[in-house]
């Protein structure tokens, strides 16, 4: 089995230089990645090529495939989206506050880097320099542990972004890559304590459950995303077919997608079947209660795992409502805390759904798909949180500092 203690020890060593990088050198080797990764495209979708061909002889699915898939265009935009890290702010060294105690001592709290940071993803390639680059600027370390499914394109991927952290001056195992895909490997990882100082998964349900339960390092738990949209009565019907269209097709493979569409009773006859029209044009299937499929004949009858899964793929799961109270008891029952719309054209509704609603997210009239740290103006996002302590929502680089508290004396004493 991989040596991860030695991995450890060469990242903990990289973080203790990096945390006192300037933002200039930390700049430097971000915009050295970004021309390193377009230098070297063609080795890249080279690796995922090969990754691919296992992924479809091993019966993978469209929506996953589309995961792991690599493009000229999406290398490009891996590397634009260093470039973009290099542009953001830096968030380390920030002073939060100050002030002069009573002792005399003036007091300071200051933004630092959480030291070594743990993440471990299934199959997005794009991750490796998304995560990479945010724990770069925010003075992190990182040890990345990706899925078999992609381990080419991520060894690629890593291998190019280390031999560009030299090129720019600085230790390549600021980015380590562990290339053992063993499932022991991966639980050893989780208590590498010591080393690792806060452990990010990105990935199902079944990832998110195996880091939390055998995890024995801090834990930020993210990505699972059952997202639900709810029609209300006073919904424009037009806009909600849009809406539910564009959360659940436009990429259903990731955690933003809608997995359930609640339909208010009095508008759900007129509703339906305009918004399964829409659906229609991406052959989604659609799972619903009794009264959804005596509405659409075409509805498979839905069993209760199908409001309780993120179904990741052209499949939405579908029922109607009573009304509101109905419709976030259902939320409240089956949510991921992740993203949850409301479409309406009620005030008084939409208040009291993003005030009753328990999520990182919620929506008025708008598709979840904008959670997302590029969208809410974050730069790229390392993960989204679904829980509340410490980061909630994407997690950009604010997510990623601490705080220390500096005291200055003049020889006091207690």
Known sequence: M????AIGAAAKRAAYALASASTDQKNHALKTIGAFLEAHVEDILSANAADLEAARAGGMSTAMLDRLSLTPERVRAMADGVRDVAKLPDPVGRVLSGSTLPSGLEMEKITVPLGVIGIIFEARPNVTSDAAALCL??????????????????????SVMRAALKEAGMDENCVCLIE???????????????????????????????????ATVPVIETGVGNCHAYVEKSGDIAMAAEIVFNAKTSRPSVCNALETLLVDEEIAPQALPVIAARLKEKNVELRGCPRTCEILPEAVPACERDYEVEFLDYILAVKVVSGLDEALEHIRRYSSHHSECVVTRDLAVARRFTR????????VNASTRFTDGGMFGLGAEIGISTQKLHARGPMGLEALVSYKYVLYGDGQVR
Do not use: F, Q, W
Not at 2 to 5: A, E, F, I, P, V
Not at 145 to 158: C, P
Not at 356 to 363: C, F, L, N, R, T
């Open 2 to 5: 991989t040596d991860l203690h």
């Open 180 to 214: 053992d895909t063993a499932r022991e490997t991966a639980t050893a990882m989780m208590r590498l304590n010591g080393y690792i100082d806060c452990l990010i998964p990105r990935g199902g349900a079944g990832l998110i459950r195996s880091v939390v339960e055998n």
């Open 137 to 158: 600027k925010s003075g992190n370390a990182c040890i990345l542990r990706g899925g078999k499914e992609a381990i080419r394109s991520n060894t690629a991927i890593a």
């Open 356 to 363: 009753e609603v328990d999520s990182a997210a919620v929506y």
